[in-house]
């Protein structure tokens, strides 16, 4: 088990620090909570001329055909300053659906756009009466002669108000166990019936509702067999659970590099409070919980690299991230003191990614439930 770094890898590293630093860090997620747009047209065209895009697109679609190592570096670069936009939503959980479940056509005129940068997307899973589980997907898809009417609410649906595409999963059968009657679909959420909001979340991230009305949805816009996408959503989750633990990786480097520099140049009682045992035991405290999860968190994209099945490995990294994350960022918060409460401050843009993280692609005990199952318990 080799965790370093090749060349490329380590070059790509250093050139999305630098690519996040020069587009302005957290100064973004501030004008993203000012108007909610979630991206600029430039600097995403600048992304996708680095290759970002295609990260997970195979070469034949425009796409750099990459690694998770490299998936989870350009996450973790982008965590670091808790840069927002439509990376995650786009060039994994749409580009990898695409990918899985799309039909050759489907992918030569969707793959291509979206590494270029021409074409944003998002991943319709979570209703209002479920949660992760295929129970609870009951957005209904009805046959109409050649084509599919879609009638239900999508929540948590991320970027949906800057996507020109949405994958959305619906029901499109209620014969046989829930998984086997589900099928997604692409929706333009132009289209007439579709209508789309921003929700009012603690991390500011583009979460939208999604309602559909009656919306007519051509055969062709079908992904794969129908009634056969539960096991792509499943996949796709996974990876998106690992790419989520690697920004999270980012940003508690960030928060911990913050207060060990605070802690050196804060006075109290004439000396540094760096000084004082019990900083220096938060900051200790503080790295152990973040190199474990770094560890983790890399160790489950190498598995995947290696082709070896990795959901145990995925799992354990994202049940570590929760806890570990609201440890890290509450003890940043505790050695600034009030003034990191601050709008003005930095530190609780951390603290509420990593809220909202703890929460995406499986909770802490979804997570804990799929480790314990695969030591056969």
Known sequence: MDFEFTEYQKTLMGSAREFVA????????????????????????????????????????????????????????????????????????????????????QKEQLLPRVAEGGLILSLAEKEPGGWDDAQGVATEARTEGEAYILQGTKLFVENAHVSQTILCAARTGKDGTPEEG??????????????????????????????????????????????????????????????????????????????????????????????????????????????????????????????LPATREISMAKAWMGPASHRVTLLGHQIHGGTSFCEEMDMHLYFRRAKVAALSFGTTDDHLETVARAMGM
Not at 51 to 58: A, K, N, S, T, Y
Not at 90 to 101: H, M, N, P, Q, Y
Not at 233 to 251: F, T
Not at 257 to 270: N, T
Request: charged content about 25%; glycine content about 10%.
């Open 182 to 307: 589900i099928s997604l679909f692409l929706v333009d959420p132009a289209s007439e019936g579709v209508t789309v909001s921003v929700m009012e979340t603690l991390g500011f991230d583009g979460q939208c509702e999604v309602v559909l009305d009656d919306v007519r949805i051509p055969a062709e816009n079908r992904l794969g067999d129908e009634g056969t996408a539960w096991d792509t959503l499943v996949k796709v989750n996974e990876i998106a659970a690992l790419a989520k633990c690697a920004d999270i990786v980012g940003g508690l480097q960030t928060t911990l590099d913050s207060a060990v520099a605070y802690a050196k140049k804060r006075e109290q009682f004439g000396k540094p409070i760096a000084r004082f045992q019990a900083i220096q035991h938060h900051c200790a405290d503080m790295m152990v919980d973040l190199d474990t999860l770094r560890f983790l968190t890399y160790r489950a994209a190498w598995t995947l690299d290696q082709g």
């Open 22 to 105: 020069k587009e302005g860090g957290t100064s973004l997620i501030r004008e993203q909570m000012a108007n909610r747009s979630g991206y600029d047209e430039k600097r995403w065209q600048r992304m996708a001329e680095l290759g970002w895009l295609g990260v997970l697109i195979p070469e034949a679609y425009g796409g750099l055909e990459g690694e998770f190592m490299e998936l989870a570096i350009l996450q973790e670069a982008m965590g670091e300053a808790c840069f927002p936009g439509p990376f995650l939503s786009t060039a994994v959980l749409g580009a990898l659906t695409i990918s899985l479940a799309g039909s050759e056509s």
